[in-house]
C-alpha cells in the first residue's frame, strides 16, 4: 500500500501486509492484518489504530504517534521495532516479546504491556521523558530516559513481572514507581541540586 495520506478509512488483510508507505499523515484510520512487515509515515500517525495477529516487524515514524493503539496478538505475535523521530503518546500491547521501542528526539507516553510468559522487552528508550504505565509479563532488559523517568504530576507504575536490566535516568529524576516482581541488575539516576526553596528530589519508590 502507498499512499499520501491514510484519512478516515479502514484497512483489513486477512494474511501479510508486505509494506505500507504514507508519504504524510494517517489520521482516523484502522489497519488489521495478519503479519505488517514494514511500515513507514513520513509524519504522523493520529487517533489511529494497528492491529496485528501476528509479528510487526517494522514501524517507523517521521514525526510522531499521539492518541493511537497498536496491539499485537496471538501465538506467534511480537514487535521487532516502533521508532519515532519525535512524541509516542500510544498504548502499545503484544502477547509476545518486544525488542524496541523508541523515540529518537522526543517523549514517549501512554502504557506499553505484553501479556504473555513469552513477553520479554529489550529495550525502551526516549530521548527525553518517558512517562509510561507498564505491566509487562516477562522480563526487562533497559529502560532509559534522556531527562525524566515519570510525571511529576501524574506518577505511573512500572510493572515487570519479572527481572530487570539496567533503568537509566541517569540524566533525570525517577518519578515512577518500579515494581519488579524479580531482580533488578541495575539503577542509575542523575544527580540534582536541591535548595529549600527549590526542591528537585523525586517521589519514585523502588
Known amino acids: 500500500i502507498t499512499a499520501n495520506s491514510i484519512i478516515r478509512a479502514d484497512i483489513g488483510v486477512s ?5 505500507v508507505v504514507i508519504a504524510a499523515d494517517m489520521l482516523a484510520s484502522n489497519i488489521t492484518t495478519g503479519q505488517l512487515r514494514s511500515m513507514t509515515v513520513g509524519d504522523s500517525i493520529r487517533t489511529s489504530s494497528i492491529s496485528v495477529s501476528g509479528p510487526l516487524i517494522s514501524l517507523s515514524v517521521m514525526n510522531e504517534i499521539s492518541r493511537s493503539d497498536i496491539t499485537v496478538s496471538g501465538p506467534d505475535g511480537r514487535i521487532d521495532e516502533i521508532t519515532v523521530v519525535n512524541d509516542i503518546n500510544a498504548d502499545i500491547t503484544s502477547s509476545g516479546p518486544i525488542d524496541t521501542i523508541e523515540s529518537t528526539a522526543g517523549d514517549i507516553r501512554g502504557s506499553v504491556s505484553t501479556t504473555t510468559e513469552r513477553g520479554d522487552v529489550a529495550l525502551i528508550s526516549a530521548f527525553r521523558d518517558l512517562a509510561i504505565e507498564t505491566d509487562i509479563a516477562g522480563d526487562l532488559e533497559e529502560l532509559s530516559a534522556g531527562r525524566n523517568i515519570g510525571d511529576a504530576d501524574n506518577p505511573s507504575v512500572v510493572l515487570v513481572r519479572g527481572q530487570v536490566g539496567m533503568l537509566d535516568v541517569s540524566g533525570g ?13 541495575s539503577i542509575v539516576i542523575g544527580g540534582v541540586a536541591n535548595k529549600p526553596s527549590d526542591v528537585k528530589d523525586a517521589d519514585g519508590d523502588i
Do not use: K, P
Not at 494474511?15 to 509494506?19: A, C, G, M
Not at 529524576?173 to 541488575?185: E, F, H, K, M, V
Open 15 to 19: 494474511n501479510t501486509l508486505n509494506s
Open 173 to 185: 529524576r525517577l518519578y515512577s514507581d518500579l515494581r519488579a516482581g524479580q531482580g533488578i541488575t
